[in-house]
């Protein structure tokens, strides 16, 4: 059998010109184009070192196929022959997409057996094609190329094959791959099959081109372990191509999946910087693969980033086992290299962007959230908050040195003398009730004129001016009512001074829902001066007002106390227990009111806990603002500095994470995490400590960042 020189064309012995390029015919083979009977051999496709790889037609289909020709003298003896059929067969069951498909094999008759394999033909060009022409792939293009020879190169592992030829001859890209892998791995373990029993190794293909440049400028050398370098194989007893060969192999190493992990990693390395690791006559690049390390891949290519330089230098590991242990794994890890450098250029140019924007962003939210508490929303979303949580904590137990005299429905029915007419009896009472030790008494009751001419309730004045308080209320106007009660002689006989001490002002100012949860202490009146509230003054009469509580600008009540607990006497068995049982009144501190519908008193919305109708009696809401006076006032607002400070770290962190850092979905999560952990956080602070954190400020701020992160994001550049 004949070739032309120039195009490759197989002819029979007979002929003596190839029609395209006259005489230029040469000996390829001995015996006809016909292999085996069935191929029939029709023009060579590349050639090395094991033989040619033909385009054949199988004459009984008409279907053409490559044909792997190898040379007989590669093949020598029956031993070599029986695992060439065994070791052909196991490379038949290779069905993956990215390696070239064997669909036969057999050893033709001719000259004492000419082994062959028969192939899928492909219709596309080598790696080493490609880059003679280009020089270097981009590290995009040749990602999903590297990814596809790994999945080969592990299938093969997976089944006891080893490729031993990993290199650009061997990978053979595919133009329109319709969704199969781009490439296909061919003259799979044909390096192994081919060697002869009676010799461990063949001789090595030598790199087709002719590049005599020696070792990459600036490579350094190192001694190889175990004195490999004395004991280093011989070029010519070496099996695959030298560029690609692992050092192990080198050194009288056994070839195995690291040794195609090594081939594939200076695959890779050529295929990114136009060329190999090493270069230069055989014996410089056996020195290279065994005591060199290679120039970074970066510094050959300054398109390629340094983060691809530590994969690379992984997988071209001198040891083995130091290699990745899989050549997908080699892969990942080239794009988790290659992620991470995009993610560090994407860094350098959008944090500084979005840095400025997260700032803008949290002035315009802070700046939303000041108008919105200017208005006065913010503080009642507060206070919707602060009366839930009040609602969800276990009751407290009061006070025991507060008592409540209510002349209830009961007390009514049994004495209906209207208030105006129980000066004198009132007087008396409670005259004997400090004669039983009362500490303090408070009338929440806005008293008439016609109570100033009661004998018993003048002298009750006078020898308990300290001890008594009256409420007073104010009228619009700044006015007050209820100072009537001390005019005429209990005035002229304490003296104008000490009769305004008793007085305090009964008014509470409800928000929006009409709830009572804080007070002012004291209370500016156009026409009564400054006046204590109630519960103030008698709280103050009693000696029992703790270091500054009067003095701050509010007070909250403390609703961990549910009023229904407040001791309670009606007005008819307080006055058998002032003269049956006084030790009920001995140092407690009295309030009498009114707790009837018909009385006049005014029923407030309140914090109420599970089993509580959410309303509260005048006289019950007194009580409760005294209890909190009693103990110094325990609950404090941390609203003001604290809050503003507390929301302008909620929405700066939230807008930088959402804005600036490298995990915006997580903050999305951590955001809504947040608008649950503060009111949260704000039952267990106030249910342990009595610490109203702001709660309403900051979840505004957090949602609005989040919305403008909404809106936005999609203009952003994203994250790679």
């Known amino acids: 059998m004949l070739e032309c020189r120039h195009c490759g064309r197989f002819f029979e012995d007979d002929e003596a010109h190839c029609p395209a390029h006259g005489p230029s015919l040469t000996r390829a083979f001995g015996g006809p184009r016909l292999l085996d009977g069935t191929y029939r051999l029709e023009r060579r496709l590349r050639h090395g070192g094991m033989g040619v790889v033909a385009h054949a037609v199988h004459i009984g289909l008409d279907r053409a196929v490559a044909v792997k020709l190898i040379r007989p003298d590669r093949v020598l003896d029956q031993d070599a022959r029986r695992r060439f059929r065994l070791e052909a067969a196991a490379l038949g069951r290779l069905d993956h997409p990215a390696i070239v498909r064997v669909t036969d094999f057999g050893i033709d008759p001719r000259g004492g057996g000419f082994p062959y394999l028969v192939m899928e033909i492909l219709n596309g060009r080598s790696l080493r094609s490609y880059l003679e022409d280009q020089g270097v792939m981009p590290f995009d293009q040749a990602l999903p190329i590297l990814a596809a020879v790994a999945a080969g190169l592990d299938f ?11 290199k650009p001859e061997n990978v053979i890209t595919i133009p329109d791959h319709d969704g199969d892998p781009p490439v296909k791995l ?3 373990g044909l390096a192994r099959l081919a060697t002869p029993s009676s010799h461990r190794d063949r001789p090595i293909e030598e790199p087709d081109r002719d590049d005599d440049t020696g070792a990459p400028s600036g490579s350094r050398e190192h001694a190889p372990p175990d004195g490999r370098l004395a004991t280093m194989t011989q070029p010519g007893d070496l099996v695959g191509t030298l560029p690609y060969m692992a050092p192990e192999l ?40 065994v005591c060199r390390c290679p120039e970074p891949p970066s510094s050959c290519n300054p398109e390629l980033p340094p983060e691809i330089d530590v994969p690379i230098a992984h997988a071209l590991a001198k040891d083995p086992t130091q290699r990745p242990s899989t050549a997908t794994a080699f892969v990942a890890q080239l794009a988790a290299a290659d992620l991470q450098a995009r993610r560090r250029r994407w860094a350098r140019r959008e944090r500084p962007r979005r840095s400025l924007l997260t700032a803008v962003v949290v002035i315009l939210v802070l700046s939303a959230v000041g108008l919105v508490g200017r208005s006065g929303r913010l503080q009642a979303i507060e206070d919707v908050v602060a009366s ?9 137990a009061p006070d025991d040195r507060l008592l409540l005299v209510s002349i209830d429905e ?25 004669s039983a030790g009362a500490a303090a008494v408070g009338l929440d009751l806005v008293l008439p004129s016609q109570w100033a001419r009661s004998t018993p309730f003048v002298r009750l004045i006078a020898r308990h001016s300290g001890a008594v308080v009256i409420a007073v209320a104010a009228q619009k106007d700044g006015s007050l009512i209820g100072t009537e009660c001390i005019d005429g002689a209990a005035t002229a006989i304490l003296g104008s001074d000490r009769t305004v001490w008793m007085l305090g002002l009964a008014n509470v100012a409800s928000d929006r829902a009409g709830r009572v949860l804080r007070f002012e202490p004291r209370v500016a009146a156009s026409k009564g001066g400054n006046l204590p509230l109630f519960a103030t003054r008698l709280v103050e009469a009693s000696g ?7 003095t701050l600008d509010h007070v909250w009540i403390d609703y961990r106390i549910d009023h229904r607990s407040l001791d309670r006497l009606s007005w008819s068995e307080f006055e058998r227990a002032v003269t049956d049982r006084p030790e009920v009144i001995a140092g407690r501190i009295l309030i009498v009111g009114i707790e009837a519908a018909g009385g006049g008193d005014v029923f407030r919305r309140q914090p109420h806990p599970a089993g509580g109708d959410g309303r509260i009696s005048g006289l019950a809401l007194q009580g409760l603002m005294t209890q909190t006076l009693l103990a110094g006032a325990p609950i404090r607002d941390l609203g003001g500095m604290v809050g503003s400070i507390w929301t302008v770290i909620a929405a700066a962190a939230v807008a930088g994470g959402l804005f600036v850092s490298s995990k915006p979905r997580q903050w999305l999560l951590s955001a809504a995490a947040l608008v649950v952990w503060f009111p949260i956080t704000g039952y267990l602070t106030l249910r342990w400590h009595g610490l109203l954190l702001p709660t309403a400020a900051p979840i505004l701020s957090v949602v609005g960042v989040v919305v403008v992160y909404a809106a936005v994001h999609r203009a952003l550049r994203p994250r790679p």
């Open 250 to 289: 080198l050194t009288d190493g056994q070839p195995g999946p690291a040794s195609d992990v090594y081939a594939f990693g200076v695959l890779a390395y050529e295929l990114l910087t136009g060329s190999p690791p090493f270069s230069g006559p055989a014996r410089d690049l056996m020195l290279g693969h």
């Open 410 to 434: 009961s007390s009514l029915a049994e004495d209906p003398t209207a208030i105006i007419d129980r000066a004198d009896s009132v007087g008396e009472v409670l005259d004997a009730a400090f």
């Open 388 to 396: 839930g949580q009040f609602s969800l904590i276990p009751p407290r």
């Open 156 to 166: 093969a592992h997976s089944h006891g094959v080893i490729h031993r030829d990993v």
């Open 186 to 188: 061919v003259d799979f």
């Open 544 to 550: 029992a007002l703790q270091g500054d509580t009067a």
